[in-house]
């Protein structure tokens, strides 16, 4: 696998340092502005093929004023004869224009000196702009270089994006090997079809866009199951959850407090495992119907609306009246707490236990009650974790802006996936010991064994809306 270097090059403010961004998954890498000219230097990062370069890329400053530059090197060419790129050449080595003296066409010479010390050029075009004459003259100067140059329509996602009509001009100007590739809202099918086009153009590196492009297919499919592990993770702490308290009204409330508040700072805590995994930063994000403010979930999960939000509703369980002498007298945010009369102590539980237990249940806990989460908050755990997810895998490292994903809608994809979850979760109710909230560090074989269903459960899901 030989290394090929590759220039980014284009107008000023099109996204040339977004893409780089995208492109090694670094959000710290250069300076991203709404200024103009604001890459002023050279700057370079690498692509990795199993920890080895595959792909140096060099972020180059705009190009600020390709007419004049065009008008110039024309005069150059004359004078030397007609020949264009001996003009170019003539240009660069000048003392007047980029090494030295700072001239007009400084920051023009830095960005053309780089493209002609590469194998290759990446053309950075803004899809919203109109095609404008400063963009056909720097193609031009491009073509001066002798190497081979692929124009790359960012934006694209963006409803004033014109890449057909971008399409048209290039073609005019022989340049038929387009790539789309929005910075901003990440599409893996155009990460694919860039390597793609690099790969035609620059055959003798066939072998390394090859490599990049079977990289990048196992990076995304690793990073779906990765991100299910984790939610894995989450729901078998809280499935398997359960709190015994003694009888008491005021010990149930407090203990109903603290049960919320241990799965709300568990679901946070996969928050943030998950913005690490996918290289964000926890303020990244601001959504509609998942709200991550300051790194935090806005919208809560005991919430009555955050149900509503994802078309879920309690279980049957909880709204079930009396069964086996036992009767719910409290439910707060899908967790419920039962309580029966019993000797004149308080016996509590889940009817949905109490159904398959019964009378040993009221027995083995006369005098106290039992805290579980609810199925439809188990639901609702799930869902948010996978709309993140989802979100997180269409977001590209250059945006500047926090994302916000689309109101959800529970399509009969996500209804089978929640069907599949309880199926897997409805063993775990009974294994407290497999819930780390419960006994942290603790390492078990069974729990391990569900971790990996439910792994393959959410990692299917993750795969089918990609």
Not at 414 to 420: I, V
Request: contains cysteine.
């Amino acid at each position: 696998m030989k290394l090929v270097h590759l220039a980014v090059v284009g107008h000023t403010n099109t996204g040339k340092t977004s893409l780089l961004r995208t492109l090694t998954r670094d959000a710290a890498f250069g300076e991203v502005s709404s200024s103009p000219a604001t890459t002023r230097h050279v700057e370079a990062s690498s692509l990795l093929v199993q920890g080895e370069p595959a792909a140096q890329l060099f972020d180059t400053p705009g190009l600020e004023d390709s007419s004049g530059l065009l008008e110039h090197l024309d005069a150059l060419r004359w004078e030397q004869g007609g020949d264009a790129a001996g003009s170019l050449q003539s240009f660069l080595q000048s003392d007047d224009h980029g090494r030295f003296d700072p001239g007009p066409f400084d920051q023009e010479a830095k960005a053309l000196r780089q493209v002609v010390a590469c194998d290759g050029a990446l053309y950075v075009i803004d899809a919203r702009e109109r095609v404008l004459a400063k963009y056909r003259d720097e193609l031009e100067i491009l073509g001066r270089c002798a190497r081979p140059v692929l124009p790359v329509l960012n934006f694209v996602a963006d409803p004033e994006a014109r890449p057909d009509v971008w399409r048209e001009q290039l073609a005019r100007v022989n340049m038929h090997a387009v790539a789309e590739f929005d910075t901003v809202v990440f599409d893996e099918l155009g990460e694919l079809r860039l390597f793609d086009g690099l790969r035609v153009l620059l055959d003798r590196f066939s072998a390394t866009f090859e490599a990049l492009i079977t990289d990048a297919k196992e990076r995304r499919s690793l990073l779906r199951r990765s991100s299910a592990g984790l939610i894995a993770d989450l729901l078998i702490d809280v499935a398997a959850l359960r709190l015994t308290v003694p009888e008491g009204e005021a010990e149930a409330t407090a203990a109903l407090a603290s049960l919320q508040e241990t799965v709300r700072e568990r679901e946070q805590r996969a928050v943030d495992q998950l913005l690490e995994l996918h290289r964000f930063e926890p303020g990244d994000y601001l959504s509609e119907s998942l709200p991550i403010v300051d790194g935090k979930w806005g919208l809560d999960l005991f919430s009555p609306d955050s149900l509503v939000e994802f078309g879920l509703t309690t279980g049957g369980a909880a709204a079930s009246g009396a069964l086996a002498g036992m009767a719910i007298d409290l439910m707060v945010g899908g967790i419920t707490l039962g309580a029966a009369a019993a000797a004149g102590a308080t016996v509590g539980g889940l009817i949905g236990v109490a159904r398959s237990r019964g009378r040993e249940l009221l027995d083995g806990l006369r005098g106290y009650s039992e805290l579980r989460i609810e199925e439809s908050i188990l639901d609702l755990l799930a869902l948010r974790q996978i709309a993140l997810v989802r979100a997180l895998l269409r977001r590209g490292h250059a945006s500047q802006e926090r994302v916000r994903t689309d109101r959800p809608d529970r399509d009969k994809e996500d209804q089978a996936l929640t069907r599949a979850l309880r199926k897997e979760l409805a063993t775990l109710r009974h294994r407290p010991e497999w819930s780390e909230l419960l006994q942290p560090g603790s390492s078990n074989g069974g729990r391990a064994a569900s971790r990996a269903r439910l792994t393959e459960i959410l990692a299917e899901a993750l795969e089918a809306s990609h």
